[in-house]
């Protein structure tokens, strides 16, 4: 289970609880499929998927969980084009224009009718909690999805005193001046893709793709006041991705030093592999969280 995304949130507290002891919380919300007359449900599902049915599963302290959505689908285009037929069909037998809460009662109405035959579609998203590092780590690029998940952990916890990651430096600025005097880091490597804004409000944006970012072109760009949102890098030859102005980590790849270390682990069924992709996993960005902080002037406390 390798994260493709990560959405870092510092826990402001200890972290106490046992595996066992969050297990047994997130059970008051283990996930359900949609009822007739629900459009979604969330909840807690094995990391494991089918040949588990723990919710949590541990390793070296670490502590994955799996948040599951089941959503049902009714297409925006088919609900107007019926309510609309609808609307026509009630104005013509009353002889009058329907008011817009009559209008939004039979829209109300037909999804009511449509949801019992809907499809029905669910999308995971995983998390594991650091309690050592203090870190709660979420697989997605999306903030919306991070911010569901942490929400749906807060039902069962009680609380949970996780905020975003806030660093002395800001990214932008960080960013921005690796590329202006084209030096980096001893153990960050510029690659090839960047996005660049003009700092004034709904400024231009330019995009880089497959582009040597030291040529005198990007520099232009940056001399006319344009700063960097979102930088391509590696890490020490083990981690590439993408890096945004809000500390989001994207198109994450761990390299080949790592998935090296992976193939060296035998393993003989599907529930082994995911221990030991895990575990190396996790242990890999315990490495490399603290450093990432530093890279921004550490982490802002205040």
Sequence with gaps: MWFKNLSIFRLTEDFTL????????????SFRPCGNQEESTFGW?????????????????????????????IPAAVVNEMVQEKILEAEDQQGRK???????????ELIFELLPKAFTFSN????????????????????K??????SLLRKCLGSLPAVPLNTIEKPIATMTGWLINNEAPADITIEDECELRAPEEEGG????????????????????????????VSWADRLSFIIDEN???????????????????????????????????SLEL???LPRLMELFGGENKA
């Design 98 to 108: 329907l008011s817009k809460k009559e209008r939004t009662a039979i829209k109300d």
């Design 247 to 281: 500390m989001a980590i994207k198109r994450l790849k761990f390299l080949d030093l790592i998935q090296d270390q992976v193939a060296d682990i035998e393993t003989y069924d599907e529930a082994e592999q995911f221990d030991v992709d895990f575990s190396i996993m």
């Design 205 to 232: 944006i330019i995009r880089c793709k497959r582009h040597d970012l030291s040529l005198p072109e990007i520099k232009n760009h940056l001399d006319t006041g344009k700063e960097v949102i979102k930088l391509a």
């Design 45 to 73: 599902t094995s990391p494991l998927g089918k040949t588990s049915e723990h919710l949590v599963h541990a390793a070296n302290g670490f502590m994955m969980i799996c948040g599951k959505k089941e959503e049902k689908v």
């Design 18 to 29: 046992s595996p066992e002891d969050l297990e047994q919380k997130l059970g008051a919300l």
């Design 145 to 150: 999805k991070a911010e569901d998940l942490l």
């Design 124 to 143: 995971k998203t995983y998390a594991y909690i650091d309690p050592k590092g203090g870190w709660l780590i979420v697989d997605t690029a999306s903030s």
């Design 286 to 288: 315990s490495n490399f």
